[in-house]
């Protein structure tokens, strides 16, 4: 049996976060986060370069701090959880810097870019082999159906268009 030198490596959920930002009525930032989600990534060396990664998160756990929100956020007027329950997202490039690939929402699949740092390898008190990374970016939530829209009595838009995405990786080595 030949060996291609692939190494998989899952996600360590408890040191991660799949966590967004988006203005609210233009003047505040209301923060949330996936809880519920799981990451692979296989590669060929330790600088993860072009290696692949895979994502999915739960939207029924979308949890941004506040029930009536969050029953809104999972209802048809955004991501309609009931029929699409899933968001994913699966690289074709990573350079080192630029993390390239296809995410899809309610069944639209988009290439995205995110800004991603590899901020090493280390060895855990366990003897488990850690990898952490933390990316960053933005998407136009309208380009994946999320496309509900209200605007105040001033005129300010309540939910602005772009969602700030900040996520924190940690994997295990298998």
Do not use: C
Request: no cysteine.
């Amino acid at each position: 049996m030949e060996t291609t030198g692939t190494t998989k490596w899952n996600v360590d959920a408890a040191h991660s976060e799949v966590g967004f930002k988006v203005k609210h009525m233009m003047i505040s930032t209301v923060k949330g986060a996936f809880e519920e989600f799981k990451a692979s990534i296989e590669s060929e060396n330790e600088d993860f370069q072009d290696a692949d990664f895979s994502f999915t998160a739960q939207v029924d756990s979308i949890n941004t701090k506040n029930a009536d929100r969050d029953k809104h956020l999972k209802s048809e007027d955004f991501f309609n959880a009931s029929e699409y329950p899933e968001m994913t997202f699966q690289s074709s490039s990573y350079d080192g810097d630029k993390l390239v690939g296809d995410l899809t929402i309610k069944d639209i699949t988009k290439e995205v870019t995110f800004d991603m740092d590899f901020n090493g390898i280390a060895e855990d008190q366990y003897g488990q082999t850690k990898a952490g990374f933390e990316i960053s970016g933005k998407i136009n939530r309208k380009d994946f159906g999320l496309t509900w829209d209200a605007v105040t009595e001033a005129g300010s838009v309540v939910v602005a268009e772009t969602i700030r995405m900040a996520i924190d990786l940690q994997f295990i080595k298998e």
